[in-house]
């Protein structure tokens, strides 16, 4: 039997989702379910010094209003592992006093029988503040900056090495330019979205999650109950992309209300509601400065940059992290800065830091190569990184240059002209630009439970989720090779919280995290139905030894007598068995370090831990030696751009990416992952931005009219292509992740084509028609 | 959204007659006014469903000129054959406009009736002379990039969004009107007011009149002519600006123009400076280029759209040259 791995098949919850069947967090028919709206600050800064909800509570149906008031008191969950969930604001617990710190902060939840009720009470509701001065604009408040301890996840936000003041005083070629990029919003398909039901002590969440286990370790901290008492559901998810990676206040106060009320709650954001209280991609000043000699070999980077934060939490946007393992050089200063503003918290968006810093190192990388007379595909392979110079470290796998020698090929690089805006078609200008994508690729403790059924079929559990990025069927295709089984036979069931923990889907990390232990849970299954039939009379395979058995299709035989053997069916038929489990945990992470952490004694992951200690699979991948290797992907990005010089309107005409990310998994959801984070690096390059008002510093551009994606008009062909080959030092799957990379360097590509096209260089995104005509 | 009665009536004297109630608003597709009603905007008691009207014509005049029905969707005027071939200003600008799902449930009625995106009358955070008369305008000293520049007051740099009205302006279009009074017309360039102190008025129509009809006169020239939007992205967004144009060229010389910009003004902009310049000048690309700067010669320019000045200079060029080519 052919494995699954690799197939292009389609996603195996497609057509739940196009007929509307899949249960997103706010479709679950709840009985009794009554309705939240939020209400949210409409001053920067200050107090809310009175709420009037006296004519919203005259509205026929409306149960009671929840202010900081009334509601009930919140824990914070001190040094807590991040891996049981992050609270996305931990000073801003919501409700917990008067205090007003951004423009669309919660203050309310007016909560009645319908949706239309609530609404409309929740327009009655006057409020009062006391507004005092607003910290407003990263540039006004620049001299506030201050260095953080750390980035995202705990990571270094502050990297050198060697001297590189020293060395741009020798450097023959030097460049320094300052890059800019707006804020901006992730806007998922669905809004934060969460119904709580209590069942006496009991809490039942659905929440639109990247992470159902954080959810679950953040209530429980936060709500002061046990663990065991918090139950959290995301079958389906519409979209994160990092903004459903942290928890926000609507997955509280869902759960707050529903206690004060005693009614289950839904409490659905509004699109409006989005763009302040749930998180977005941080503006950024990003300065480069590059020092090479006159071949063009780099022998300084400079990458600093600075991002705004909230007055409620730190996220570091890590802009400069890819900078300092991109491209080989002897001396590198990466540093990064934060300015603290009245406005939320930011978050992860798709490639946090990646995204914005490979635009601005790539755009510096184009700039040079113009000054070297040089290709920029050629100064990328002169500096090509053969190891991690930073970390020391070899790469796990690494295939860069055949991405740019197959992307170049594919959008036809030979016909770029060097000296910019001398190639026309028609009224257009014509330009090519190109540059390195990359992302880490991550890999944390995952568990996963096996099932397999007396009817042949077979289910696996696990405590991840899929955000819509494909891992329902993936994973699917992991588990049919392990089990040995037709994808058509087994059914994974993710995004509840009980199941074995999974990883959050954050950091491109699902398939090579759970990948693993569904596999080898999987295998742990058939090793067991082997056994069983090795010891059974009744077995024709009785008697034999493990290793001269092998399964195929449902059905387990002698190696060298196929047709020896019998059917999962029959051996377990015959053993009066209904179902056989196993469970497996691998402990493999590539951020943590130093050795596992055990799980806590009597979990479920205890258990698994456990069991696995005999697991073959897990043994095996367990004692690959990871210490010397960096993992990372890369790929090449290469567009065509067309430029109508009069009036500054941008076509793009084909992209092409190009990507080394390990084993495709399956070719259909590879490539639209790919596809989608090229997309999104369309929108960032050219339309997308969040605009604050300058003199009160509340979001103006709120809705899906005022902030621009990406329509299917402004898309041309997009060639996705993979290396596919197998990194088998991540895992024995050999897939590293995939949700991210896709919107790394294509922005830049874009920007380096229209200045190819145009001879202006645009360094401040999104690039729009004014700053062509400038 | 506050709660409303909903009513539908049948006929034009019917739908008159309901307005008599006090807060009551006619809605058509209702793409623009559910969004406004959704974000209590616009907070009517009574809303009149208008569609079982009979407006749905678009009826071929003696004189040559058409006759539009109100309800008329945006989508069938832009195909219809007579409109594509004897006005193709007017179908290219209602096909450069929305999405078309919007222009399948918009009508041409409330096509004319729509109401301004700028993002400060949207959200009810922010001061807005036109949502709170007297409240201030957020725009002129926000955030401002897509706001007017011809037509602005103190009051209101709103832009008028529509895409149709653009082409109508250059059209000259009669709008149909029956009230408790009896019918009447109303020529296109005083149907849409500037904001002046009162930014809240925005249309010549007095409570209880209703839009019949759209007649756009006979141009016989009009063949000749042509809409370009500059904007955002590839489609599904408003103007940053456009261009109607309609020439009537012999023997290389202007002998007539009728010219409209949009996503520059605070109403749909009929630039007769421009006209001026054109007719009975030779069409090339020095009268073009002149005839833009007469058009925008008015033009003032905010902290984040002066960009638009010379945008809708060189798209108004670009549409000129576009139209009469070189002579």
């Known amino acids: ?774 | 959204m506050e709660p409303f009665k909903l009513i539908r009536v049948q006929d034009g004297q019917s739908a008159i007659n309901a307005t008599l109630t006090a807060g009551s608003k006619f809605i058509a597709g209702g793409t623009n006014m559910l969004d406004l009603m959704k974000l209590n905007i616009e907070t009517p008691k009574q809303v009149i469903d208008i569609n079982k009207l009979s407006l749905y014509q678009i009826e071929e005049l003696p004189n040559g000129g058409i006759k539009i029905g109100a309800l008329v969707k945006n989508s069938d005027l832009a195909y219809h054959p007579a409109i594509a071939k004897k006005y193709p200003v007017l179908s290219e600008a209602l096909l450069s406009g929305a999405s078309p799902q919007l222009r399948n449930m918009a009508s041409v009625g409330g096509n004319l009736m729509q109401r301004t995106r700028c993002p400060y009358f949207y959200n009810a955070d922010f001061v807005c002379n036109k949502r709170v008369p007297g409240s201030g305008c957020g725009a002129i000293a926000g955030y401002n990039r897509n706001n007017a520049i011809l037509g602005t007051s103190a009051q209101c740099i709103a832009t008028h969004p529509s895409d149709m009205c653009v082409a109508m302006a250059a059209l000259g279009a009669i709008i149909h009107v029956q009230g408790v009074k009896g019918v009447k017309t109303i020529p296109f360039s005083e149907f849409h007011l500037l904001p002046g102190q009162t930014p809240h008025l925005e249309h010549n129509l007095r409570q209880g009149e209703l839009i019949t009809h759209v007649e756009i006169p006979p141009i016989a020239y009009a063949a000749r002519s042509h809409y370009l939007k500059v904007r955002d992205r590839a489609s599904y967004e408003f103007a940053l600006t456009s261009a109607a144009v309609i020439l009537d060229i012999q023997n290389g010389r202007i002998l007539k123009s009728h010219i409209a910009l949009g996503g520059i003004g605070t109403k749909p902009w009929r630039a007769d400076l421009a006209e001026k310049v054109l007719n009975g000048a030779i069409a090339n690309q020095q009268t073009y280029r002149a005839a833009a700067e007469a058009a925008l010669s008015q033009a003032k320019g905010y902290k984040d759209n002066s960009f638009k000045i010379e945008l809708a200079k060189r798209t108004l060029v670009r549409a000129l040259t576009t139209t009469g080519g070189i002579s």
Not at chain 1, 59 to 71: A, D, F, R, Y
């Open chain 1, 1 to 774: 039997m052919n494995p699954s791995i690799g197939k292009p098949i389609d996603r195996v919850d497609g057509r739940l989702k196009v007929t509307g069947a899949a249960t997103y967090a706010a479709e679950f028919p709840i009985k009794d379910l009554v309705y939240g709206v939020s209400i949210t600050s409409t001053i920067t800064k200050g107090r809310v010094k009175n709420i009037d909800s006296r004519q919203a509570l005259k509205v026929p149906g409306v149960i009671g209003i929840m202010t900081s008031e009334n509601s009930m008191q919140l824990h914070f969950p001190a040094g807590s592992d991040p891996s049981n969930g992050k609270f996305a604001e931990k000073d801003l617990l919501p409700l917990q006093n008067d205090r007003v710190f951004y423009g669309g902060q919660h203050i309310a939840i007016i909560v009645a029988e319908t949706f239309e009720q609530a609404e409309q009470a929740a327009a009655l509701v006057k409020v009062t503040y006391d507004e005092q001065p607003a910290t407003i604009g990263i540039e006004k408040n620049i001299t506030t900056a201050y260095k953080p301890a750390s980035g995202l996840g705990g990571g270094e936000a502050q990297i050198k090495r060697g001297d590189v003041e020293t060395a741009m005083l020798s450097a023959a070629v030097k460049t320094e330019e300052t890059y800019t990029t707006p804020v901006y919003h992730h806007n998922a398909m669905e809004p934060h979205a969460t119904i709580a039901q209590w069942e006496g002590d009991k809490l039942t969440v659905y929440d639109a999650t990247q992470s159902v286990m954080g959810v679950k370790g953040l209530l429980a901290a936060t709500l002061g109950i046990p663990a065991e008492k918090v139950q959290v559901y995301a079958l389906y998810i519409g979209g994160g992309f990092g903004s459903k990676g942290f928890t926000w206040a609507n997955t509280l106060l869902a759960p707050m209300a529903a206690k004060q009320f005693n009614r289950p709650v839904k409490l659905v954001l509004s699109r409006q509601q989005v763009f302040s209280a749930a998180g977005r991609r941080t503006q950024t000043i990003q300065k480069i400065t590059l020092g090479a000699d006159q071949t063009g070999k780099l022998s300084a980077i400079k990458h600093a940059t600075t991002s705004e934060t909230s007055f409620v939490d730190e996220f570091v946007e890590t802009a400069g992290l890819a900078t300092s393992m991109l491209y080989s050089s002897p001396n590198l200063d990466v540093s990064h800065e934060l300015v603290r503003l009245n406005r939320g918290t930011p978050c992860p968006a798709r490639a946090p830091g990646e995204a914005p810093g490979t635009y601005a190192l790539e755009v510096a990388m184009d700039e040079l190569a113009h000054q070297l007379k040089m290709d920029p595909l050629q100064l990328r392979l002169i500096n090509h990184a053969d190891m991690e110079e930073q970390k020391k470290k070899q790469f796990s796998e690494k295939s860069l240059k055949e991405c740019y020698e197959r992307g170049a090929e594919a959008i036809g690089w030979k016909n770029r002209k060097a000296e910019p805006g001398t190639l026309k078609e028609g009224n257009y200008l014509v330009g090519y630009g190109m540059a390195t994508a990359t992302y880490p690729a991550n890999r944390s403790a995952s568990t996963a439970k096996a099932t397999l059924f007396a009817n042949g079929n077979a289910e696996i559990l696990c405590g991840t989720q899929d955000i819509g990025t494909g891992t329902y069927t993936v994973m699917t295709q992991v588990a049919a090779d392990g089990f040995s089984l037709s994808p058509d036979k087994v059914k994974v069931k993710l995004g509840n919280s009980s199941y074995p923990k999974g990883a959050q889907s954050g950091g491109s990390q699902v398939s090579a995290s759970v990948g693993p232990p569904i596999r080898a849970a999987a295998l742990g299954v058939i090793s067991k139905l082997i056994n069983l039939a090795i010891s059974d009379t009744a077995s024709p395979l009785h008697g034999y030894k493990e290793e001269d058995i092998a399964a195929d299709n449902g059905r387990i035989h002698l190696v060298k007598n196929p047709d020896k053997g019998e059917t999962y069916s029959q051996v377990m038929t015959r053993q009066g068995l209904d179902k056989l489990e196993a469970q497996a945990k691998t402990n493999v992470s590539t951020r943590q370090q130093g050795p596992p952490t055990p799980a806590p004694a009597g979990s479920p992951e205890a258990k698994a831990e456990e069991e696995s200690k005999t697991n073959k699979a897990v043994q095996e991948d367990e004692k690959t030696d990871r210490k010397d290797f960096a993992f990372h992907s890369f790929g090449a990005q290469f567009v065509k751009v067309l430029v109508d010089p009069d009036l500054g309107m941008i076509r793009i005409d084909k992209i092409v990416g190009v990507m080394d990310i390990g084993t495709v998994m399956n070719l259909k959801t590879a490539t639209n992952q790919i596809m989608g984070g090229m997309i999104f690096g369309i929108g960032m390059a050219l339309m997308e931005n969040t605009q604050y008002d300058p003199n009160n510093g509340r979001v103006v551009t709120r809705d899906l009219a005022q902030y621009l994606v990406p329509v299917h008009a402004d898309i041309p062909e997009i060639e996705v292509q993979f290396i596919n080959k197998p990194d088998t030092f991540i895992s024995p799957i050999g897939a590293r992740g995939i949700g991210e990379i896709g919107i790394t360097g294509i922005t830049a590509a874009i920007a380096n084509a229209i200045y190819n096209a145009t001879g202006k260089r645009v360094r401040d995104l999104p690039i729009t028609p004014d700053k062509l005509i400038a």
